[in-house]
């Protein structure tokens, strides 16, 4: 064996199209893209969702509904789950960050306080929003609702 018949294994590499490399090649003239039309043509890409000319499916799905882009997103958090974390935590004010510790609202949350359950502890709430009967609740046993 020397330099002149070194050959890679077989197998280890594959037949390569030389592309646009003269008629003798066998892929000269139009370098296997075809006679004529956009594909055939250098810096041609297809559009995202074109099916050839048939109506993509983006516009054959019928639309509706409306999104409003200035809702504002709650993370509600009922009376009775309120009433468990106070138990367990012997605390008598519940803010953002009280509830961001016990893992009931994230950082970037806007709280509302819904009316589900029952409180039974005087206690002062400063979050976002409450709901009416939420509200009503708190007041009842004595305690405050501030709004943020």
């Given at each position: 064996m020397n330099l002149?018949?070194?050959?890679p294994a077989e197998?280890?590499?594959?037949?390569?199209?030389?592309?646009?490399?003269g008629e003798g090649s066998g892929h000269g003239g139009t370098s296997t893209r075809g006679h004529k039309g956009a594909k055939s043509?250098?810096?041609?890409?297809?559009?995202?969702?074109?099916?050839?000319g048939q109506m993509p499916l983006?516009?054959?799905?019928?639309?509706?509904?409306f999104k409003n882009i200035n809702r504002v997103e709650y993370r509600g958090i009922?009376?009775?789950i309120l009433q468990a974390l106070v138990e367990k935590t012997k605390t008598?004010?519940?803010?953002?960050?009280?509830l961001q510790e016990n893992g009931l609202a994230s950082k970037k949350d806007r709280v509302k306080i819904l009316?589900?359950?029952?409180?039974k502890d005087k206690i002062t709430v400063e979050v976002h929003?409450?709901?009416k009967t939420a509200k009503e609740a708190i007041e009842a046993k004595g305690g405050e609702a501030k709004t943020i």
């Amino acid at each position: 064996m020397n330099l002149s018949n070194l050959k890679p294994a077989e197998g280890a590499t594959k037949k390569k199209k030389r592309i646009g490399r003269g008629e003798g090649s066998g892929h000269g003239g139009t370098s296997t893209r075809g006679h004529k039309g956009a594909k055939s043509r250098s810096g041609y890409s297809k559009k995202i969702g074109f099916e050839g000319g048939q109506m993509p499916l983006q516009r054959r799905v019928p639309k509706y509904g409306f999104k409003n882009i200035n809702r504002v997103e709650y993370r509600g958090i009922n009376l009775d789950i309120l009433q468990a974390l106070v138990e367990k935590t012997k605390t008598k004010t519940v803010d953002l960050a009280f509830l961001q510790e016990n893992g009931l609202a994230s950082k970037k949350d806007r709280v509302k306080i819904l009316g589900r359950g029952e409180l039974k502890d005087k206690i002062t709430v400063e979050v976002h929003a409450y709901s009416k009967t939420a509200k009503e609740a708190i007041e009842a046993k004595g305690g405050e609702a501030k709004t943020i």
